[in-house]
């Protein structure tokens, strides 16, 4: 009943690939799949011989296979990297804890080392307290941006000159989709490519860009790799989620699995044009020259590498130290410092939504140096009738609460109400 | 008919965190997937039925195999269970 084996002719087919419809069985499965990352690496000139790699890794089924086909790649191909594998522990009780050990066992079992670096040693909160202070709306915000430096910050202290994530094709496509909603230009210049941050420290890569996540996952099953597979407690939450249900939709219920294939191909071929940028974003984000290969996106110059390293809001600016923690920033202060201030002062969404302008000022001026146990009610948009709005996105009636809040929060101290800084922080940047 | 399903990649979770079902589903003469997966939501699922089908079929993002072959090679919803047969579901819709 099932079909031979389309390469070899010999074995029983295993899976219908859905890039190419081939029937093909494990081991010419394995096969291609590798070479097909082994073809990405090497064309998009992923890596170079010597350097230290990171691979970012959760414990997951792209981290796992990633870590896995690394090792094997680099053994087959003769690489010559230095892996090492980074976890980072945000403090979600039934969900990291688990899967760091899975990862420990990765350890062992490739014999790479590991360094986990937890949210709280980073950044003084869990994310189980996060969400604690501001609810399971925006938290997925708060969680990628401290990811996202966490993950630049561990790779600096162990020495790597490269971070290696597992995204895969359909996680790209999803980020495809989401970065048109938001209609977030930078991002969607650069979304798309293999390569990011060429200009910057510390560069990131994507093998898996063109691997669909079902030949991830059958490659981990059908090779019995120990990986954890529990969703995030929080993560039905996440916008993202109704991306990913759409991708998965266009690829099963309409048949056409091309269509993650297609998404990507597209927001490769967009030129995007930042017209904003203060001098320096002239000539926009070739996102083909971004898209393809490391000596394309470093040649593309400052403007594709300041947007990638910095992930500002809106316009590609110049990359410049965080007046707080000196991290790579297009604004004077980080956003993990804009939400970290938030947290710290009792107005947690402050970083949540756009701000134009003097995020600076935003924060100081809603903050007003409350502690971080601080009443939320004080606070003007982390009052209980700004709940369920999500700040970020509210408009007049919302705004209006919130200066009635900071009224009464001004008020209490004997201030003037601080409206202006309610107005700033409405209209605050895009969100990852 | 006598068949062993397994749930995997999450999926577990909704099936009273049990991996392995050895299962004996009523079916006279013949039995398909299409036929099996109401079933199993009926029978061995416990928890948001959503998150297991959507329509007559598997939601989006969930892998079958049958017997360790992807199902798209024997006609998914169409494909015919023998006695015996090995069905795993595998969810994909996890972070990674």
Redesign the interface.
Known sequence: ???LCSTCNKE?????RPKTLE?LCRPCFFRALEDEVHATITSCRLFRAGERVAVAA?G????TVLAHMLTLLNARHGYGLDLLLLSIDEGIAGYRDDSLATVKRNEETYGIPLTVLSYRDLYGWSMDEIVREIGTRNNCTFCGVFRRQALDRGASLVGADKIAT???AD?VAETVLLNILRGDAPRLARCASAFTGAGGPLPRVKPFKWTY??E???YA?FKRLDYF????VY?PYAARGFA??LI??L???AARPSAIMDLIHSAESWTVCLGDGGGDGGGGGGSDAAASDGAAAAAAGGNGSAAAAGGGGGGARRPRSCTRCGYLTSQPVCKACLLLEGLNSGLPRLGIGKVKGGRGSAAAAAGGGRGRGAERAAAGCGAQGCGGGGCGEVGAAAAAAGAAAAAEAGGRAGRPPRRAAVIEFESEGATR | MKLCIEFGGGLELLFGNQKNYDVEVPADGSLTVRQLLPWARDNLLQDRPELFMKGDSVRPGILVLINGCDWELSGTLDAELQPGDEVVFISTLHGG
Do not use: F, P, Y
């Open positions: 009943m099932v079909a029983r087919a295993a899976l219908k029937q959760s997951g089924k792209d981290s597992g995204h895969n996680d996540e079902k991830i996952v059958l099953h597979s529990t969703e995030c993560a990913r249900d998965k939709d690829e099963a219920s």
